[in-house]
């Protein structure tokens, strides 16, 4: 018989310790083998208890979530779960703390959802089957801001549009690609899975330490070179609308795949919209969003990546595409920015570059 997993709850509410508890002992798969009201209190139970994955709240006493965890990270590499009120506050220091390397963000508002248990539940059995690494070393960083590769001369855009999904792990993921991007790369459309707070933060903090300008998408605006929009979280879907100009489109609905806004959307609109003159790129997160919309990418002919296993957070996502068909090339994320922009830069004879790749 498979153990359970077993999981520390560190927060200064004694009502949210109850409640979190009360709803993690509802899947036998998870033991809740301790709790904490700070972090002086968690070092010492996990040391103790060697949990397999650590809930964590932002603010508390005697030292804050962000510092406790980058010293978890940095010293006992696990899987934790940040637990944060949706505030602009919070979802800043939430953003960093995915960064520094946490699972997953969950929302304490969201628990008067009945669904957010459920979701709750399967973070934590996601979260414990994930790779954990260190943080980047202050040098990989440095190298993420490195001039963006565009061999053979400067950068240029060869007029083609580029989607990008991703879920649990993205936030890493995309800081990693979106920092190796040119000021002005071609345009990209991304949905990310994050609460509605969180996106607008996470567009600001990607537009600090970018090149290109990245904003949350608003309905209408065009797709020009230079700008990345993030889809706003939780309230539409995002598309790409097709015509003279392609534009961002905001459509109310209901989730798909599980997700609003989701990425087979978002896919499956730019398939239509754009076909071959298209790059599609799936990252790490759990489920099969976006499997089906990459899939029709590249059926429109469009270039399709997705990202290895090795290198994500949850082989889930980029498993599913791949395992449908959908991705042309598995590359590790490192690699992944260089050959977006290897696809869609314009050679100095004016010809559309093609590269030619094999899985």
Do not use: W
Not at 93 to 100: N, P
Not at 150 to 162: C, I, L, T
Not at 259 to 287: E, N, Q, Y
């Amino acid at each position: 018989m498979t153990p359970p997993i077993r999981v520390l709850i560190v927060d200064d509410s004694a009502t949210m310790r109850s409640l979190l508890t009360a709803v993690l002992r509802r899947d036998p798969a998870i033991e809740v083998v301790g709790h904490a009201a700070d972090p002086l209190e968690a070092r010492q139970k996990i040391k103790a208890l060697n949990p397999d994955v650590v809930t964590l709240d932002i603010e508390m006493p005697n030292m804050n979530g962000l510092d406790f965890l980058d010293k978890i990270m940095r010293l006992r590499p696990m899987p934790v779960i940040m637990v944060s009120s949706l505030t602009g506050r919070d979802a800043a220091a939430t953003l960093a703390a995915l960064e520094i390397g946490a699972f997953d963000c969950i929302a304490k508002a969201s628990f008067s959802d009945e669904g957010a248990f459920d979701a709750l539940l399967a973070t934590v059995k996601a979260a414990a089957r994930a790779r954990i690494r260190p943080p980047a070393a202050a040098a990989a960083a440095a190298d993420r801001r490195a001039p963006a590769p565009a061999a053979g001369g400067a950068f240029a855009p060869d007029g083609r549009v580029v989607a990008i999904g991703a879920s649990t792990g993205g936030v890493e993921a995309l800081v990693t690609i979106l920092s190796q991007f040119p000021a002005n790369c071609p345009p990209t459309v991304i949905t990310q899975h994050m609460p509605p707070v969180f996106t607008k933060s996470f567009a600001e903090r990607l537009n600090r330490i970018c090149r290109p300008q990245v904003s949350e998408a608003v309905d209408g605006a065009p797709l020009v070179p230079g700008q990345v929009y993030l889809a706003p979280g939780g309230v539409a879907h995002l598309e790409v609308a097709g015509g003279t100009t392609l534009r961002c489109r905001l459509r109310a609905g209901d989730p798909v795949s599980g997700h609003r806004p989701s990425v087979d959307v978002l896919f499956a609109s730019v398939a239509r919209a754009a076909g071959a003159r298209a790059v599609g790129a799936i990252l790490t997160g759990m489920g099969r969003d976006g499997a089906e919309g990459l899939l029709a990418l590249r059926r429109a002919g469009a270039a399709t990546l997705g990202q290895d296993e090795a290198t994500s957070l949850v082989y889930g996502m980029p498993r599913a595409a791949f395992e449908a068909g959908a991705v042309e090339r598995q590359l590790p994320l490192a690699r992944i920015a260089g050959h977006i922009l290897a696809l869609t830069r314009l050679h100095s004879n004016g010809a559309n570059h093609v590269v030619r790749t094999t899985s």
